[in-house]
């Protein structure tokens, strides 16, 4: 295969002398030895910039290799760098590849001008040599010879083989031609620049017209493709960002989306290309969308943030926190070239598409220890690290953009935001306007500050009941554990207490079940099995046992069993869901809430048995149907309860009617006035902070409050939150209503097989309400539970998704339940799974009463990550 000579041309001793060395080459096969061309190479040895230093150069010409440059101190070389907005793109020799036949006043005045101005240069006699050259050095420019008629279909495929090389496409390819075909009076380089050329340059053996056209290469076309080539480089970031990435015009047609985009949104970038976004996202009957984002970022100083809902291809929609940035690259105002929208995913919909790499398996870990139900692992808090501070920050930074955020979390978040920039006067008052936004009451004044008015207790008795009721004593203190314990009547104490159900006839398999109650992957399912439906009965002796209820109500072991069988008794069977398993499931979520150290720090024993038992109270008497269903309806328990609240309402009514109809059952009847009226009051509000219609109200309070959003002194220690700190009795409160939220819906966070099983049951109960409400002519209150049309999938990851997912997020943070996140992580893949299959009904019952192998597979899944972790610790 043919080379084109080697030449050395190099100074010697300081002096000013040169020597030319030519070396044998092989040329087609032979060596043979060189004669000096016929045209001599300028003496560019002795040559002599303008400023009189002299060139320290070493040049080789004509290897199989690029030209190596020994020396860069080169004339009229800037050592300034590129630009590329904030990146700077250092200056560097570039390479340069000769394809002549032979070599003559042209290629010769070509070398000259590249190694006048500091540049590498490598001559090729033929096509094919010359393309393999390129296709491993990737030469910059490339220059190619077009004079001679009998060559230029060599020359032509030689640029369409580079064009058709990975990197082809940032090379320059300039083709020399005979003057006479650019002075034609017609358009003779549109086939040549159709080929994949750049430009024609005019024959001409001149030194300096060649050092010119190179100099205005590199100025120009080879600074634009080396800017080019960082721009896909920024690209190639995007394109691996788990942000959601999309660029548009000043009129929101579509310019980009990157790949995290097209998989949670559907879309491909085929379909939105030249497509409107205000148009193709829109979410019917939400008015707010980019084009109002847009004029807001202009009015603002170019950058907007919230929440907005995008329509994915599915036809449903997802809230997704958007940072919408308008862009003016010429920097003329009020003219946004671009709009840039940046959109956090929802964590699991993110985990859903994270990579298998260590930081990929570490994002869903970012709150802490990871405890397999099988093997224990270290807790990552424990390890002082780096590594752990900062998973921890991004874990409740997330707690910020919340999927549907409330008005009053905007304002404390602006209000926050707004401290940090202030004089310290301000900041100390802002501190105070968010504490008193993030109180429980913002309109109900405090009762005793009447600001001096009157000082009459008369007054002050009848504004109390007028506005809250009747006045407790110890209404806002906090007791100590040893107090809580010890307020029930003397006579109490000498009963004995509940001894773990030993008089009763226990199976081995149902004690051997019991054991396990304290673990989050209790199978209440199996609990209903062993007890003939009565599992509430069984757990509840045996939960509230461990937590001494029977001690703290001052209540004896006979009267405890028999208040747990009167209430499961008034649970209905006939519900597939909201029968008195769920009760006992929500009993052993609860359990399992009270024990984690926050939990156990907060509550004291009074509070931790009114929570067991508003556990086990919450759905009683449910008629499996919704409290919607029974206003359409027309049913006595809407019109007792004036349509609000209806459910809930009767649960905590009919749950103290029925304990305090006999003696037999009242398990409070040894309690003082003042402890049955706190522990009323506790349960009370536990069963009606489950309505879901207060879900996002209880959700951002809690969040306002025990999630405070981080400022810069103490965004290192997120991890020592001072818990005694928040211990007021609003706060408390708040907990309360978070944790019994949380185990009334902790399906989706039970392992699999339990969570779709609950699925099965809940859907079921809803296609029943849809039944009877087309068979009434009522109003279909969930109309996508139709039983023929139904998508059970859809159903199951849309309530993670609006519902789940942030109130786990926020309690994950708060208590720490690692477990419980994987299990969430994992389930949402698998209705993910089927929902990609197309499947839409309910999962038939033998599709996972064999799914032994993967929960198994679950549980190492869990064990890898969590092994992952401590190795990488």
């Given at each position: 295969?043919?080379?084109?000579?080697?030449?050395?041309?190099?100074?010697?001793?300081?002096?000013?002398?040169?020597?030319?060395?030519?070396?044998?080459?092989?040329?087609?096969?032979?060596?043979?030895?060189?004669?000096?061309?016929?045209?001599?190479?300028?003496?560019?040895?002795?040559?002599?910039?303008?400023?009189?230093?002299?060139?320290?150069?070493?040049?080789?010409?004509?290897?199989?290799?690029?030209?190596?440059?020994?020396?860069?101190?080169?004339?009229?070389?800037?050592?300034?760098?590129?630009?590329?907005?904030?990146?700077?793109?250092?200056?560097?020799?570039?390479?340069?590849?000769?394809?002549?036949?032979?070599?003559?006043?042209?290629?010769?005045?070509?070398?000259?001008?590249?190694?006048?101005?500091?540049?590498?240069?490598?001559?090729?006699?033929?096509?094919?040599?010359?393309?393999?050259?390129?296709?491993?050095?990737?030469?910059?420019?490339?220059?190619?010879?077009?004079?001679?008629?009998?060559?230029?279909?060599?020359?032509?495929?030689?640029?369409?083989?580079?064009?058709?090389?990975?990197?082809?496409?940032?090379?320059?390819?300039?083709?020399?031609?005979?003057?006479?075909?650019?002075?034609?009076?017609?358009?003779?380089?549109?086939?040549?620049?159709?080929?994949?050329?750049?430009?024609?340059?005019?024959?001409?053996?001149?030194?300096?017209?060649?050092?010119?056209?190179?100099?205005?290469?590199?100025?120009?076309?080879?600074?634009?493709?080396?800017?080019?080539?960082?721009?896909?480089?920024?690209?190639?970031?995007?394109?691996?960002?788990?942000?959601?990435?999309?660029?548009?015009?000043?009129?929101?047609?579509?310019?980009?989306?990157?790949?995290?985009?097209?998989?949670?949104?559907?879309?491909?970038?085929?379909?939105?290309?030249?497509?409107?976004?205000?148009?193709?996202?829109?979410?019917?009957?939400?008015?707010?969308?980019?084009?109002?984002?847009?004029?807001?970022?202009?009015?603002?100083?170019?950058?907007?943030?919230?929440?907005?809902f995008y329509r994915r291809k599915t036809g449903d929609s997802v809230p997704l926190f958007t940072r919408v940035i308008s862009l003016n690259v010429d920097g003329i105002p009020d003219r946004p070239e671009h709009v840039v929208l940046m959109k956090e995913a929802p964590p699991l919909l993110a985990d859903k598409f994270t990579?298998?790499?260590?930081?990929?398996?570490?994002?869903?870990?970012?709150?802490?220890?990871?405890?397999?139900?099988?093997?224990?692992?270290?807790?990552?808090?424990?390890?002082?690290?780096?590594?752990?501070?900062?998973?921890?920050?991004?874990?409740?930074?997330?707690?910020?953009?919340?999927?549907?955020?409330?008005?009053?979390?905007?304002?404390?978040?602006?209000?926050?935001?707004?401290?940090?920039?202030?004089?310290?006067?301000?900041?100390?008052?802002?501190?105070?306007?968010?504490?008193?936004?993030?109180?429980?009451?913002?309109?109900?004044?405090?009762?005793?500050?009447?600001?001096?008015?009157?000082?009459?207790?008369?007054?002050?008795?009848?504004?109390?009941?007028?506005?809250?009721?009747?006045?407790?004593?110890?209404?806002?203190?906090?007791?100590?554990?040893?107090?809580?314990?010890?307020?029930?009547?003397?006579?109490?104490?000498?009963?004995?207490?509940?001894?773990?159900?030993?008089?009763?006839?226990?199976?081995?398999?149902?004690?051997?079940?019991?054991?396990?109650?304290?673990?989050?992957?209790?199978?209440?399912?199996?609990?209903?099995?062993?007890?003939?439906?009565?599992?509430?009965?069984?757990?509840?002796?045996?939960?509230?046992?461990?937590?001494?209820?029977?001690?703290?109500?001052?209540?004896?072991?006979?009267?405890?069993?028999?208040?747990?069988?009167?209430?499961?008794?008034?649970?209905?069977?006939?519900?597939?869901y909201h029968n008195s398993t769920h009760a006992a499931d929500v009993l052993q979520s609860t359990a399992y809430f009270l024990v984690r150290p926050r939990i156990k720090d907060l509550l004291d024993p009074l509070e931790q048995a009114a929570s067991l038992i508003a556990a086990i109270t919450h759905d009683i008497d449910h008629?499996?149907?919704?409290?919607?269903?029974?206003?359409?309806?027309?049913?006595?328990?809407?019109?007792?309860?004036?349509?609000?609240?209806?459910?809930?309402?009767?649960?905590?009514?009919?749950?103290?009617?029925?304990?305090?109809?006999?003696?037999?059952?009242?398990?409070?009847?040894?309690?003082?006035?003042?402890?049955?009226?706190?522990?009323?009051?506790?349960?009370?509000?536990?069963?009606?902070?489950?309505?879901?219609?207060?879900?996002?109200?209880?959700?951002?309070?809690?969040?306002?409050?025990?999630?405070?959003?981080?400022?810069?002194?103490?965004?290192?220690?997120?991890?020592?939150?001072?818990?005694?700190?928040?211990?007021?009795?609003?706060?408390?409160?708040?907990?309360?209503?978070?944790?019994?939220?949380?185990?009334?819906?902790?399906?989706?966070?039970?392992?699999?097989?339990?969570?779709?099983?609950?699925?099965?049951?809940?859907?079921?109960?809803?296609?029943?309400?849809?039944?009877?409400?087309?068979?009434?002519?009522?109003?279909?209150?969930?109309?996508?539970?139709?039983?023929?049309?139904?998508?059970?999938?859809?159903?199951?990851?849309?309530?993670?998704?609006?519902?789940?997912?942030?109130?786990?997020?926020?309690?994950?943070?708060?208590?720490?339940?690692?477990?419980?996140?994987?299990?969430?992580?994992?389930?949402?893949?698998?209705?993910?799974?089927?929902?990609?299959?197309?499947?839409?009904?309910?999962?038939?019952?033998?599709?996972?009463?064999?799914?032994?192998?993967?929960?198994?597979?679950?549980?190492?899944?869990?064990?890898?990550?969590?092994?992952?972790?401590?190795?990488?610790?």
């Amino acid at each position: 295969m043919g080379c084109a000579p080697s030449s050395h041309i190099s100074t010697t001793d300081g002096r000013q002398r040169s020597s030319l060395v030519l070396d044998t080459v092989e040329r087609d096969g032979d060596l043979t030895s060189l004669e000096p061309p016929r045209t001599a190479l300028p003496d560019v040895a002795n040559h002599k910039p303008k400023d009189g230093t002299d060139n320290d150069i070493s040049w080789t010409r004509g290897s199989r290799d690029t030209g190596q440059l020994a020396g860069r101190k080169v004339s009229g070389r800037r050592n300034s760098c590129l630009k590329l907005g904030t990146m700077r793109i250092p200056h560097e020799p570039i390479k340069i590849l000769l394809s002549f036949s032979r070599e003559d006043a042209q290629s010769n005045a070509w070398t000259w001008a590249a190694r006048k101005l500091g540049n590498s240069s490598t001559l090729y006699r033929n096509s094919e040599s010359a393309g393999e050259a390129f296709s491993i050095n990737q030469h910059q420019l490339v220059i190619v010879d077009r004079r001679h008629s009998n060559r230029t279909a060599e020359a032509d495929q030689l640029v369409r083989c580079i064009r058709a090389t990975p990197g082809g496409r940032h090379a320059v390819v300039i083709a020399v031609v005979k003057r006479s075909l650019l002075e034609r009076e017609e358009n003779s380089v549109q086939s040549l620049l159709e080929i994949g050329y750049d430009r024609c340059y005019p024959e001409s053996g001149s030194l300096g017209a060649c050092l010119n056209e190179l100099t205005t290469l590199l100025c120009g076309e080879i600074s634009s493709r080396r800017r080019l080539k960082a721009a896909e480089a920024v690209m190639s970031v995007l394109e691996m960002s788990r942000e959601l990435v999309t660029i548009t015009d000043q009129n929101h047609i579509v310019q980009y989306i990157n790949p995290a985009c097209e998989r949670i949104l559907g879309y491909s970038m085929q379909d939105l290309a030249n497509q409107n976004i205000v148009d193709l996202l829109r979410v019917e009957g939400v008015k707010f969308d980019v084009a109002d984002a847009t004029l807001l970022a202009q009015k603002k100083g170019r950058e907007w943030e919230g929440t907005m809902f995008y329509r994915r291809k599915t036809g449903d929609s997802v809230p997704l926190f958007t940072r919408v940035i308008s862009l003016n690259v010429d920097g003329i105002p009020d003219r946004p070239e671009h709009v840039v929208l940046m959109k956090e995913a929802p964590p699991l919909l993110a985990d859903k598409f994270t990579s298998n790499d260590l930081g990929g398996d570490l994002y869903p870990l970012a709150r802490g220890s990871l405890r397999s139900i099988r093997k224990p692992s270290y807790d990552v808090r424990s390890i002082n690290s780096e590594v752990g501070n900062v998973l921890r920050r991004q874990s409740l930074a997330r707690l910020h953009s919340l999927a549907i955020e409330a008005p009053i979390t905007k304002v404390i978040n602006i209000l926050a935001a707004l401290q940090e920039s202030s004089p310290a006067h301000v900041a100390q008052t802002l501190d105070k306007v968010i504490d008193i936004l993030r109180s429980a009451e913002l309109y109900s004044p405090p009762i005793f500050d009447t600001k001096g008015k009157s000082d009459d207790p008369v007054a002050t008795d009848l504004l109390a009941a007028l506005l809250q009721g009747p006045r407790q004593s110890n209404a806002g203190v906090r007791r100590s554990s040893n107090e809580s314990a010890a307020r029930v009547t003397p006579t109490a104490l000498a009963r004995p207490l509940l001894p773990t159900g030993s008089n009763l006839a226990v199976p081995i398999q149902l004690r051997d079940l019991l054991e396990t109650d304290s673990e989050w992957s209790f199978d209440v399912i199996k609990l209903e099995k062993l007890t003939g439906k009565r599992p509430l009965v069984w757990a509840g002796l045996t939960i509230l046992s461990r937590f001494d209820v029977p001690r703290t109500l001052g209540c004896d072991e006979v009267t405890l069993q028999n208040w747990l069988t009167l209430i499961e008794s008034h649970y209905h069977s006939s519900n597939s869901y909201h029968n008195s398993t769920h009760a006992a499931d929500v009993l052993q979520s609860t359990a399992y809430f009270l024990v984690r150290p926050r939990i156990k720090d907060l509550l004291d024993p009074l509070e931790q048995a009114a929570s067991l038992i508003a556990a086990i109270t919450h759905d009683i008497d449910h008629p499996g149907k919704t409290s919607a269903f029974l206003c359409n309806s027309g049913s006595d328990l809407a019109i007792l309860y004036n349509d609000l609240c209806v459910l809930e309402s009767h649960h905590a009514a009919l749950t103290f009617k029925l304990t305090l109809s006999d003696d037999r059952v009242n398990i409070f009847k040894n309690l003082d006035p003042d402890t049955y009226r706190e522990i009323r009051k506790i349960i009370i509000d536990m069963v009606l902070a489950t309505e879901m219609t207060k879900h996002f109200e209880h959700l951002s309070k809690f969040v306002n409050v025990f999630t405070k959003p981080l400022t810069k002194e103490d965004e290192y220690n997120i991890d020592d939150l001072n818990v005694s700190n928040l211990s007021t009795a609003e706060n408390i409160t708040l907990v309360r209503r978070m944790l019994i939220k949380c185990a009334d819906i902790s399906n989706p966070v039970r392992p699999l097989k339990i969570c779709i099983e609950w699925t099965r049951r809940i859907v079921e109960e809803y296609f029943s309400q849809t039944d009877e409400e087309n068979m009434r002519g009522l109003p279909l209150v969930m109309a996508q539970f139709e039983r023929s049309t139904c998508s059970v999938p859809k159903s199951q990851i849309g309530f993670i998704d609006f519902f789940v997912s942030d109130m786990f997020d926020a309690w994950d943070a708060f208590i720490e339940i690692p477990e419980l996140m994987n299990h969430l992580k994992l389930n949402y893949e698998y209705w993910k799974q089927l929902e990609v299959k197309g499947l839409t009904g309910i999962p038939p019952e033998d599709s996972y009463n064999n799914l032994d192998e993967q929960l198994r597979v679950q549980d190492d899944r869990i064990d890898e990550k969590d092994e992952t972790v401590q190795d990488f610790l």
